[in-house]
């Protein structure tokens, strides 16, 4: 069995047993990040998540992107913020 961080996917040590093929625990830097008392921003947040995300307004105006919605659009946060996304 293999133990994965379930936040960067990082392989961990240790075998836990059991039948499963994967199962999930958390690695020493992803738990310093998650447990910590100093608050993540949304940039931070998001930036993690492994697939684009657009930040818009009530308004469909944009707000930010993360690194992988940059990526797909070919445009920086700065270039598309302001603009109506949707």
């Known amino acids: 069995m ?6 960067c996917n990082q392989l961990l040590p240790g075998d836990p047993g ?3 093929l994967v199962t999930h625990g958390i690695c020493s830097p992803c738990a310093d990040t998650v447990f ?3 608050p993540l921003s949304l940039q931070n947040i998001i930036d993690r998540l ?3 995300v657009m930040v818009v307004d009530s308004d469909v105006t944009v707000s930010t992107l993360n690194h992988q919605a940059q ?3 070919g445009l ?6 302001g603009h109506r996304g949707g």
């Open 71 to 73: 990526e797909v659009l």
């Open 50 to 52: 492994p697939f684009p």
């Open 18 to 20: 059991g039948d499963a």
């Open 36 to 38: 910590s008392d100093q």
């Open 76 to 81: 920086s946060s700065e270039q598309a913020a």
């Open 2 to 7: 293999e133990r994965i961080c379930a936040w």
